[in-house]
């Protein structure tokens, strides 16, 4: 589990107290100004300015902790991405080991990815259509679904510092043997993130939020 | 955002609770049918539709179930209309929703259930078409394809509804699952609906009105039948197995042992003379059968013999007649053949002794002068008459099993697009 440390630190917009939860956070969003901070060496610099955090009807939430195989993780942040029709969010997650990884919760549906070396060039995704072929070294998927989204807000600690807010590509892949990926067109060339579908049970989730009457 | 979220209709006013918002797509108003944009925050009209024929959903709205364990609110229901023949055909297909574990579908037609799920993380082998599906280690079976159309809807949807989409929908059935597959070959929507009787809906639902019998058979109905088949089908087996032990014990144990063997000559025209008596032969062991063979080599021609087997030491003799008659030749048929060389009698519960065997044959006044023929006596032959009909008898209560699992699928497949369809055996065991 991630050990929460708190640099003293202060947010330049406001003053209010900034605590991370974890030691490499690159950006951060203030609680009470909603200002956007991102650090540099030692101290924060506000980048921008959120309007609200954006809204969610996840159970996910900051601080949640839970279980992905035989490791544990903890929700550090979010990125909420708006499409055509509706919204969901990519929670970041710092596991056990040290690493970093993704949650997304679209359609109450979870997975979690890391970002994976696709050992050869991908396609731009732009140019995919549903039911084409994706090969990396290791799996031959198949494009299950293709959305354009752009980012609406973030909440916490991210492991990079947000910026442009244009519609980005992002395709899903599977592969015959059940392998998940996705691919993200938010750079270039794209990145791809693979992982595994996961229940709310398998998680087994401390700290979510809770809702009336459930 | 609150997770439950209230708003009033723009078209009626109505007030309208989205009990998953965040989440859900469009929202059909429960007092005008308007279908709204369930995520914008003034619920924009998506398209006006006045509730003609209000349907009351067997499961109304707001409702709480409890599906493999988990708390579900049924929050939307849509009838989906297909038409066959000039037919309308139309089920119900609810909505369910938990805030955790997200959301669960339930059809009902004619009082047959499935819940469903949708399978957008597990990978089909499919071929397209109407060939046979493969999930897990099941197949599945092409039984419908049809365009479907909604005709109605109420409540929240997560995903874009229109009264009037059409969809192209392709059943596959397993009993008890069914592997629907929505769009067109190149781009699938996956479901997997799981055959869930009437009594498990009202108890889930706490819903005793939902316990009723359903009407037909349907595509992914288990076969009720089945389960009494397969045991008598495994109880056959191990009885069949004792047949054939059995079976084996006689050939093995009985001792069939060859008393007699004797070549004689029929002369014809002489009237005494012929009758010819063989033995002393000893008969040995518990009481058991004799047969005697006979076979002569007529030839267009019949020998017909008087037998007795007499007891040595009290001369009871047991009378008894074997013929042999042979006929052959040529028509405009062909060549043609009637009756045998040879014959057989045997004689049952014979006790240990020394016997005689008295044999007299008679023929024909006119033929060939002599026939030879030949007697063999046997002691303790086994008889297999009685595997035979027992082999019948066994065979009475499986075939009074299976008739009616192959009627109950016959009148599945009946409402399928393969009508006629033969049974494959064996059908899918259902899971425990």
Redesign the interface.
């Known amino acids: 589990m991630t050990t929460p440390t708190t640099p003293r630190a202060a947010c330049p917009s406001c003053g209010a107290p900034i605590s991370f939860r974890w030691a490499q956070a690159v950006q951060t969003t203030c609680d009470f100004c909603k200002a956007v901070l991102v650090r540099r060496d030692l101290d924060l610099e506000k980048v921008g300015q959120q309007a609200d955090f954006p809204a969610t009807a996840s159970p996910v939430q900051l601080g949640m902790q839970g279980r992905w195989g035989n490791r544990t993780f903890t929700v550090v942040g979010r990125l909420t991405y708006e499409w055509a029709r509706g919204r969901w969010n990519e929670w970041y997650l710092r596991v056990s080991d040290g690493s970093g990884a993704w949650l997304s919760d679209a359609q109450l549906e979870y997975a979690i990815t890391t970002e994976m070396a696709p050992g050869r060039p991908l396609p731009d995704p732009s140019t995919l259509r549903v039911g084409d072929t994706v090969q990396t070294d290791r799996h031959r998927f198949m494009v299950t679904s293709i959305t354009q989204a752009q980012y609406l807000g973030t909440e916490g600690e991210l492991p990079f510092a947000t910026a442009d807010r244009s519609l980005c590509w992002f395709v899903d892949l599977l592969s015959p043997d059940g392998t998940f990926a996705t691919l993200d067109g938010s750079e270039t060339p794209p990145l791809l993130f693979s992982g595994d579908y996961v229940t709310w049970d398998e998680m087994a989730p401390v700290g979510a939020r809770e809702f009336d009457g459930w | ?1 609150t ?2 979220a209230a708003f009033s209709c723009p078209n009626c006013g109505a007030s309208i609770t989205l009990q ?4 859900s ?1 469009t929202v059909a108003c429960a007092t005008c049918g308007s279908v709204l944009d369930a ?1 914008d925050p003034n619920l924009r009209v998506l398209q006006e539709h006045a509730l003609r024929v209000p349907i009351k959903p067997r499961i109304p709205l707001g409702t709480r179930g409890t599906i493999e364990g988990r ?1 579900y609110d049924v929050i939307g229901c849509q009838s989906v209309t297909i038409v066959v023949d000039g037919i309308d055909y139309s089920w119900m297909e609810y909505v369910c929703f ?6 669960v579908y339930l059809s009902e037609y004619n009082g047959h259930w499935n819940v469903i799920e949708k399978l ?4 089909t ?1 499919w071929a397209g078409g109407n060939s046979p599906v493969r999930l897990g280690d099941r197949t599945y079976r092409h039984f419908q394809s049809a365009h479907a159309r909604t005709s109605f809807a109420l409540g929240e949807f ?3 509804l229109r009264v009037g989409d059409m969809v192209n929908v392709r059943d596959f059935t397993s009993p008890p699952y069914l592997l629907s597959a929505e769009g067109t070959d ?2 699938v929507t996956w479901s997997r609906g799981r055959y869930t009787s009437p009594k498990q809906m009202a108890a889930m639902f706490k819903l005793p009105a939902l316990d009723r019998a359903p009407e037909g058979v349907f595509a992914n109905q288990p076969n009720p039948h089945l389960g009494a088949a397969r045991r008598v089908g495994r109880m056959w087996r191990w009885l069949m197995l004792g047949w054939v032990a059995m079976l084996l014990a006689t050939m093995l144990f009985t001792a069939k042992s060859e008393v007699l063997t004797s070549r004689q000559q029929f002369r014809r025209g002489v009237v005494e003379g012929n009758a010819v008596v063989l033995g002393p032969f000893e008969l040995t062991g518990r009481p058991s059968n004799v047969r005697v063979h006979l076979q002569s080599e007529v030839s267009n021609d019949w020998l017909w013999f008087g037998l007795a087997l007499i007891d040595e030491a009290t001369g009871q003799a047991r009378d008894f007649s074997a013929q042999t008659s042979y006929y052959f030749g040529t028509d405009s048929d062909g060549n043609w053949s009637e009756g045998s060389q040879k014959d057989d009698v045997t004689l049952s519960a014979v006790p240990a002794g020394r016997y005689l065997l008295r044999v007299g044959p008679e023929g024909e006044a006119t033929g060939a002068q002599q026939i030879g023929y030949e007697v063999r006596v046997e002691r303790d032959v086994p008889s297999y008459d009685f595997f035979w009909l027992a082999a019948l008898a066994l065979l009475v209560p499986v075939g009074l099993t299976w008739w009616p699992v192959i009627g109950f699928e016959n009148r599945r497949w009946m409402e399928s697009d393969h009508e006629g369809v033969v049974l494959s055996f064996p059908p899918e065991e259902p899971d425990a």
């Open positions: 955002m997770r439950v998953a918002a965040g989440w797509v995520l708390a938990n805030p955790y574990h997200g959301f957008r993380r597990r990978t082998e997560p995903w874009e190149q781009e």
